[in-house]
């Protein structure tokens, strides 16, 4: 069956600008992560999402950062004004639920800002 | 709060031989999860293996044992019979069963395996 799917694969976008993200989870799959992997570094969690709500939202770096889930499937990354530190892979992964061990992992999204 | 530490950042092993990458733990929740994770140059993340705290034996899967010691708190993960395709970056993660559903990452240990 078909993955995780991300778009824009790479995006290249001038600082100041505004920028979505968009992830669609595998079919049925109830829980939704969103992680950052800055040049070399490990994964950092921005957002997990069950369902439509997100119940922890610790990992957004900043108020610039929001996300949003529509009818349980897709997924939205919203990061305003963007800055260079904003840089990185965005990555989503879903899972069965939450507490289904394994988390399936999405191509990315290259973000660069200028 | 979670901790992942991998202290290698980069390993080399010679084709057809076993590799151990170090990964430690820290957490005060007795009920979590272990994960490694192998990222290739192409980017995708790819589970690998999975330890639950409360499971007796060391996971395997296929040529990937995970080396599961609860009172160093450590999981090291154990490729035998290296292959030129494992060279990749590996990450070592864990989830707290009874707090954030998210898995925190170590920084990666980039295997390469020479011919």
């Known amino acids: 069956g078909a993955g995780v799917s991300q778009s824009p694969s790479n995006k290249v976008t001038e600082k100041g600008k505004d920028v979505e993200l968009r992830c669609d989870p595998i079919?049925?799959?109830?829980?939704l992560y969103w992680y950052r992997q800055s040049l070399g570094q490990g994964l950092e969690f921005l957002i997990y999402f069950q369902g439509n709500s997100a119940p922890d939202k610790s990992g957004l770096p900043s108020d610039r950062f929001s996300a949003e889930r529509t009818g349980g499937s897709v997924s939205t990354l919203t990061i305003q004004r963007t800055q260079q530190e904003d840089s990185a892979v965005y990555l989503c992964?879903?899972?069965?639920?939450?507490?289904?061990?394994?988390?399936?992992f999405g191509p990315g999204t290259r973000l660069t800002v200028t | 709060a979670q901790k992942i530490t991998q202290t290698q950042p980069g390993m080399f092993v010679q084709e057809k031989e076993a590799v151990t990458l170090d990964c430690t733990y820290d957490?005060?929740?007795?009920?979590?999860?272990l994960f490694w994770y192998k990222q290739p140059s192409s980017g995708e993340m790819i589970f690998l293996i999975y330890q639950g705290s409360y499971d007796q034996q060391n996971a395997t899967e296929g040529r990937y044992s995970l080396n599961f010691q609860k009172a160093r708190k450590s999981a090291n993960l154990v490729i035998s019979a290296s292959q030129l395709g494992d060279s990749a970056m590996y990450f070592c993660?864990?989830?707290?069963?009874?707090?954030?559903?998210?898995?925190?990452f170590g920084s990666g240990t980039r295997l390469q395996v020479q011919p």
């Open positions: 992964a879903s899972s069965l639920s939450p507490k289904a061990y394994e988390q399936y």
């Open positions: 079919s049925g799959h109830t829980a």
């Open positions: 993660a864990m989830r707290e069963d009874t707090g954030r559903r998210a898995l925190t």
């Open positions: 957490t005060s929740d007795p009920s979590y999860g």
